[in-house]
């Protein structure tokens, strides 16, 4: 038998193909149709952001990708039918970072966010936005907190969540700014989004996802923005920290997770297949029509280390602020 020599040039052609073959994403994930579940309702962050690399997802491994929404219990009701399936990788859950990092710390849950659940891959970020219904006098945090004193024993604050990063920063705000405001916890942004634009209810933290179209339309106002620096969605919206609140910082990740069960073979193929759909330019350019902000690709190690250390900082927040658990 001959043997077949090739060039230098070749072989280093031939050796790059061999390496690319040997990638976690040219190897097959799956054959089969896979569950995307979302621990929450139809139209609110986690949804938008799930069915964009659904899409993307489907047409990548040639599957149908198959959302289902399984809201309540702070994101438990979710994790159960995860855990519940075959650790095989065809259940997965899109999720965003607060039901690991924040619901746990004022909720029971059944589950152990960092024993019973694996990150696997984060693919957009959503900052959080504080804004009041259109019949709110004030324009910026001073005017809002002047106008809760004088409304004293009225006023309350909405969230998409107990024990989410909207509960949070609603508690923060209010003991800051030495309010009463009542907490009137909601199941998803939807519906607490519904009681603002109504003036049922006048405060409410939500996600900049869901909140900015009603701010485009000028159905809301926004008074400030809770991360570091100013949003490239509202470039001239300030800060809570450049409106005297630095504590209230808070934005999710927003990512796929799986069974803590699931071989980490599996779980490098899913991570690999997660970072390229998302970094297809038109998915990246619908996130960002969507309100969100794109993140950096994170292993699954490093993705874990980072949800550990968030929920380190939440349980700090709960204690400082005594948050009190929800039964």
């Excluded at 634009?197 to 000028?218: E, R």
């Amino acid at each position: 038998m001959r043997h077949l020599l090739l060039s230098p040039l070749s072989r280093r052609l031939l050796l790059a193909g061999l390496a690319l073959a040997a990638a976690p994403w040219a190897q097959a994930w799956t054959d089969k149709p896979v569950k995307m579940i979302v621990p929450a309702p139809a139209g609110g962050t986690m949804d938008v952001g799930a069915r964009i690399i659904a899409d993307q997802l489907s047409a990548d491994i040639g599957q149908p990708v198959i959302v289902e929404n399984k809201a309540g219990a702070g994101g438990a009701i979710g994790v159960q039918a995860m855990n519940s399936a075959p650790p095989d990788g065809q259940t997965i859950m899109v999720t965003v970072s607060n039901i690991l990092t924040e619901i746990p710390h004022v909720m029971k849950t059944a589950f152990d966010p960092l024993k019973d659940v694996r990150p696997v891959a984060s693919f957009a970020r959503s900052s959080m936005v504080l804004v009041v219904a259109p019949t709110v006098p004030a324009q910026d945090v001073k005017g809002l907190v002047a106008w809760g004193k004088a409304n004293a024993g009225k006023g309350s604050f909405a969230s998409y969540s107990a024990g989410s990063a909207s509960h949070y920063a609603g508690m923060i705000f209010n003991q800051k700014a030495g309010l009463d405001l009542q907490h009137v916890p909601f199941p998803g942004s939807p519906p607490a989004l519904q009681q603002l634009l109504g003036s049922q209810i006048p405060i409410m933290f939500d996600g900049m996802v869901t909140s900015l179209p009603q701010i485009k339309a000028g159905k809301l106002k926004v008074l400030g923005v809770a991360s570091k620096t100013r949003s490239v969605h509202l470039p001239d919206t300030p800060t809570m920290a450049e409106q005297g609140m630095p504590e209230i910082d808070f934005g999710n990740w927003l990512g796929v997770v799986v069974s803590a069960n699931v071989p980490p073979a599996i779980v490098d193929k899913i991570n690999a297949a997660i970072i390229k759909a998302a970094s297809a330019p038109k998915v990246r350019d619908r996130f960002v029509a969507s309100g969100f902000e794109p993140t950096a690709p994170m292993s699954s190690a490093q993705l874990a280390q980072s949800v550990k250390e968030e929920f380190d900082r939440n349980a700090a927040i709960v204690k400082q602020f005594d948050i009190k658990l929800s039964q």
